[in-house]
């Protein structure tokens, strides 16, 4: 556990710093009051975060050291842009950790050749083309696709794994055909981008659609206790990025703030951060070798996470109303440390509860021996 959490707490200070940017966005008080934090929200929260905690989640499927490099560098280079040592330090220590991610799914790739791995690296390889296009010079709001597209090719092919008994092969080769026209669209937008914009979001749209038909939280959302938060969590975050779909195919690439806000959040908040949420009780025990119970409680934050989304893009970026939108991101942010701090009080509840039962069976077990 000790070894493998070396390599998350990068990712956990790269959360909480890109969470204080996000307050200094918002115009509000923030722990740290640096100049710079504010440029480097996205980069946080998405390599920083989620391209640690994932990578590090494929290293461990891989169970090989060299695989542990690449959580290793993205957890380097998030930290290095928060200092003061010269921004192209922490550049090429992104750029190096996202292509050594890329790699880790050849060996991955290889063991049986499943075309879920092969989504998985397409989305990594987006991952990459981000970092150098933004070591290049190109602004975070023009990484926008190419950073969702890491997150929903990375998440929909875990999900097509998950679904792969319980679904035909029909439904498999239409997946293909989604995740190419998807990869189209990015590459068109490159060229022509408020038309590939567009079509990017009829790709999207439809990905969602093949994930709300096949995938199998739509029979579970009801269901009670683990099972039903999950199915829960995977609903609403695929109607967030709806949402993001929608604009695009309505607005093509945002121009305006407003749109722009919507698009990230409902993307990387309301998709990304719900598929993190449901699947932390499975996750982090796989990953940190920690028991992570599910509680009822875990309902609270994640119910106050899209309330606020829906306070943000749908009063604050819909009408315009700013002080919805400021509102909406505070809560935000207090949705993303609730379910933190509760995760972990769930872990070490756990943990005590398991050393407890450990010492009063060592007891009992030397009880017996004596008599």
């Known amino acids: 556990m000790t070894r493998r ?67 290793a560098l993205l957890g380097l280079g998030a930290i290095a842009v928060l200092t003061p040592a010269p921004l192209i330090v922490g550049q090429i220590g992104l750029l190096a950790g996202s292509l050594a991610f890329t790699l880790l799914y050849i060996p991955l790739f290889r063991r049986n050749f499943d075309d879920a791995v092969l989504v998985q690296a397409l989305g990594a390889a987006m991952l990459t083309a981000a970092a150098l296009m933004w070591m290049g010079g190109v602004p975070v709001s023009g990484l926008i696709a190419w950073l969702t597209g890491y997150v929903v090719l990375t998440i929909a092919a875990e999900r097509l794994e998950l679904a792969r008994m319980s679904i035909s092969s029909p439904a498999v080769v239409v997946f293909r055909l989604l995740v190419g026209l998807f990869c189209l669209a990015l590459l068109a937008s490159l060229l022509w981008p408020g038309v590939g914009m567009t079509v990017f979001g009829v790709a999207l749209l439809t990905l969602v659609a093949w994930l709300l038909i096949n995938d ?140 407890k039962t450990t010492k009063a069976g060592a007891a009992s077990a030397k009880e017996d021996f004596n008599r």
């Open 5 to 71: 959490l070396v390599f998350l707490i990068p990712g956990a200070l790269a959360l909480l710093a890109g969470l204080d940017a996000a307050l200094l966005l918002l115009g509000v008080w923030a722990p740290v009051d640096a100049a710079s934090l504010p440029d480097l929200h996205g980069i946080l929260m998405v390599f920083g975060f989620l391209g640690t905690l994932i990578a590090l989640e494929r290293s461990v499927a891989l169970a090989k050291p060299a695989g542990f490099i690449a959580p």
């Open 216 to 355: 199998v939280a739509r029979r579970t959302w009801r269901a009670p206790d683990q099972p039903g938060f999950i199915g829960t969590c995977l609903m609403a975050g695929y109607v967030w990025l709806a949402v993001a779909g929608l604009i695009w195919v309505l607005g093509g690439p945002p121009t305006s703030v407003r749109a722009m806000d919507a698009t990230i959040h409902a993307v990387f908040l309301g998709f990304a951060i719900s598929m993190i949420m449901a699947h932390a009780s499975v996750i982090l025990p796989a990953v940190l070798r920690i028991r992570l119970p599910y509680h009822r409680g875990f309902y609270i934050p994640a119910a106050l996470l899209h309330l606020s989304l829906i306070l943000r893009i749908g009063l604050g970026d819909g009408l315009d109303l700013d002080w919805a939108l400021r509102w909406g991101g505070v809560i935000n942010v207090i949705a993303l440390l609730g379910f933190a701090l509760m995760a972990a009080a769930s872990a070490i509840t756990a943990s005590r509860k398991k050393a």
